[in-house]
């Protein structure tokens, strides 16, 4: 590990993560932002937000099977997708 970039563990696991779930569910988020458009990026993005929100106004880092740290995982995982898919559509 790179111990000059503290950032570098939780980029490389978010990149595993999305490897993963890519894997497992194909390019499902970049197939749904391509048949509805941006919105759906923002309802995702929402989605975590109001789930972080409710975390933080109770008081509690778990809730359910879903943790503080899973949610702004999926938060930046998110981001990456949105960035990701707007590269690809740049030439369209």
């Known amino acids: 590990m790179n111990?000059?970039?503290?950032?570098?563990?939780?980029t490389d696991h978010l990149a595993e993560t999305l490897?993963?779930?890519?894997d497992a569910y194909g390019d499902s988020f970049g197939?749904?932002?391509?048949?509805?458009?941006l919105l759906v990026l923002k309802?995702?993005?929402?989605?975590k937000f109001n789930r972080i929100s409710s975390l933080i106004k109770k008081?509690?880092?778990?809730?359910?099977d879903e943790s503080l740290?899973?949610?702004l995982l999926d938060l930046a995982g998110?981001?990456?997708l949105g960035l990701k898919w707007l590269k690809e559509k740049e030439n369209d």
């Open 31 to 37: 197939k749904s932002l391509d048949e509805d458009g």
């Open 43 to 47: 309802i995702r993005l929402g989605d």
């Open 3 to 10: 111990k000059s970039n503290p950032f570098i563990k939780y």
């Open 59 to 64: 008081g509690e880092l778990k809730e359910n």
């Open 19 to 22: 490897q993963e779930k890519n």
């Open 78 to 80: 998110y981001s990456i």
């Open 69 to 71: 740290e899973d949610t």
